[in-house]
């Protein structure tokens, strides 16, 4: 029998802690101490985020072993890639570090398909445990977003972060926008609860206070929502 519910901070004495994007949590008697599922949508040869895994001591943010990661199923149509990223944990006593995290990335194929695919996360706090993670994937043909990354290299020049555009911006809700210069700077804002108008706004000031930003080069909206509004 499985319960879903709202993971509770844990206790300063508790090791470990998590960030984990876009999946549900549900408590499990079946050998785990929680299972976690999601499901993403990314175009055919893309990539996506899929969780991210670190292990902290909370009493002094001192970092611990990264978590183990066995896949248990592995995808049909993409792969699993593992990477090793810094991150900032969620913790506020200990949010002003950066700590090494595992970046778990789901890999297209190049033919549109379903799939699927599971790991499990070895924690080395008795609190945490072993989590299994399931998801689920619609692989799509080629979005309106990987089809403006030529453009986006143009109106952002060679330094833009093209990850930024695809694995976060791309999957996000709307209202959205994303803005660049031409020095390489660039931002994003987007949620359920606000205008259009507002998300133009804050991408805007996302971009103006990256530090490679120049006033003499200004940040232009690039897109709003899944649309294409940068005119060379």
Request: proline share 6%; with cysteine; aromatic share 10%.
């Amino acid at each position: 029998m499985t319960s879903c519910f709202v993971q509770p901070a844990l206790p300063r004495a508790a090791l470990g802690a998590l960030l984990l994007l876009g999946l549900a949590a549900c408590q499990t008697s079946g050998g785990y101490s929680e299972t976690r599922s999601g499901s993403y949508t990314v175009e055919t040869g893309g990539r996506i985020e899929v969780g991210s895994y670190y292990e902290i001591r909370l009493a002094d943010c001192s970092n611990l072993p990264l978590p183990e990661i066995a896949v248990t199923q592995p995808p049909r149509h993409g792969s699993l890639v593992f990477e090793e990223v810094s991150r900032r944990p969620r913790q506020a006593n200990c949010a002003h570090l950066e700590v090494p995290s595992l970046r778990a990335v789901y890999e297209a194929g190049a033919t549109p398909a379903a799939d699927d695919f599971a790991y499990t996360v070895a924690y080395r706090s008795a609190n945490l445990g072993t989590w299994l993670v399931q998801g689920e994937v619609a692989v799509a043909g080629e979005s309106p977003y990987s089809a403006a990354v030529p453009q986006l290299e143009q109106a952002g020049g060679s330094r833009v972060c093209v990850s930024c555009f695809l694995e976060r911006y791309a999957p996000a809700e709307f209202n959205k926008a994303f803005a660049v210069s031409s020095d390489g700077a660039f931002g994003g804002r987007w949620s359920q609860g606000i205008t259009i108008e507002q998300a133009r706004e804050e991408a805007l000031a996302n971009c103006r206070a990256k530090p490679e930003y120049d006033a003499a080069n200004p940040c232009v909206v690039f897109f709003e929502n899944d649309r294409l509004v940068w005119a060379p």
